[in-house]
């Protein structure tokens, strides 16, 4: 579905304060890694990712979701009681039950007219929850909504860490479970609009999905870690992408050459050239953090659209490409006219 009348009123993002380097994981491993004779630094050489930032003990998603929450709104400059909707985005969770959302819900005071609830869907569900939220907009249903994003990867990090490093553990074990150490932690909040009660605000045009559900076991995550086939998700990932972005021309008219600025989802350098060289993407319009702060899921996309703000790469009427890949396998790719 593409919008007619959806702005991005609101834009925020937190980084995580501590940062774990690629080095201190392995000096930890060291024992692990020299009775399995790995001597490439997989993690900084091929991966491409050098550090990764977490969150100080204790701290839960829903807490750092409300911080972003908060810096959304104000950024928008509207009171909570003006949300019509929140939804949460993250994979981390506080518990099973009740959804992350009703916390932060909760947290910000959002009225008892706000829907509130979580959408999951691996690295994908920002963009899915900026979807949802776009159609209640452009149905009249609703004049605001947030949506929110608390990543917090520190119980995976402390357990993979603990398997990895005993005396029992497999070279098989430590390949499968490598993908945990690149994510990274973060929080990230949007509020989308009417159009017509933020006039000059970044328009949100809508987007395409394409699925590969037959390739759902590629990647297995649960709180406290994760095993992935990562050479058969790059494969397949790939293959979608390359599928979907021909969706996207159709839908959005886009052009490669046409597009000012590429935010794709962060996972690793191997998986940002292959991304980029499938679609003819000039590397150039591509910023990327998960050199310093690895791969921080579903909230990778919103926070480099958040930075490349920051930094003044966004200019007025600059076209922005939203690009991202979720194990499951989905893809979405959007478009933001700034």
């Not at 490669?256 to 991304?275: G, R």
Request: with cysteine; proline share 3%; hydrophobic share 45%.
């Amino acid at each position: 579905m593409l919008f007619q009348h959806v702005a991005i009123a609101g834009l925020a993002h937190i980084d995580a304060p501590r940062r774990l380097s690629s080095a201190e994981i392995n000096t930890r491993l060291k024992p692990t890694l020299d009775r399995l004779g790995i001597r490439t630094d997989v993690l900084g050489e091929i991966a491409g990712i050098h550090s990764r930032y977490l969150w100080e003990e204790g701290v839960q998603a829903s807490e750092v979701a409300t911080l972003a929450g908060v810096k959304a709104l104000a950024d928008a400059g509207i009171d909570p009681d003006k949300v019509g909707l929140l939804v949460n985005t993250s994979v981390s969770r506080d518990y099973l039950e009740p959804s992350t959302a009703s916390i932060v819900s909760g947290n910000l005071g959002l009225p008892d007219t706000c829907q509130n609830f979580d959408v999951a869907n691996a690295c994908l569900a920002f963009i899915n929850g900026m979807d949802i939220a776009s159609r209640m907009i452009e149905r009249g249903e609703i004049d605001y909504a947030l949506i929110v994003d608390g990543e917090t990867a520190d119980l995976a990090y402390e357990k993979t860490l603990d398997r990895l490093a005993s005396a029992d553990a497999t070279e098989e074990q430590f390949r499968n479970e490598l993908a945990t150490l690149t994510l990274g932690s973060g929080a990230a909040a949007m509020v989308l609009a009417r159009a017509e009660l933020a006039p000059g605000a970044p328009r949100y045009r809508g987007g395409v999905t394409r699925a590969a559900t037959e390739w759902n076991k590629l990647c297995r995550g649960n709180l406290d870690g994760m095993v992935t086939d990562t050479r058969m998700l790059l494969i397949e990932g790939i293959k979608l992408s390359q599928k979907t972005f021909g969706a996207a021309k159709l839908a959005l008219g886009w052009v490669v050459e046409e597009l000012d600025q590429f935010v794709i989802h962060q996972v690793s350098k191997v998986h940002t050239a292959a991304f980029t060289k499938a679609i003819g993407i000039d590397p150039k319009k591509v910023m990327t953090i998960f050199g310093e702060h690895g791969n921080i899921g579903p909230a990778s996309v919103p926070i480099v659209l958040s930075k490349l703000r920051e930094m003044g790469r966004l200019k007025k009427g600059d076209r922005v490409a939203l690009l991202g890949i979720g194990s499951g396998l989905n893809c979405s790719m959007a478009e933001v006219v700034w």
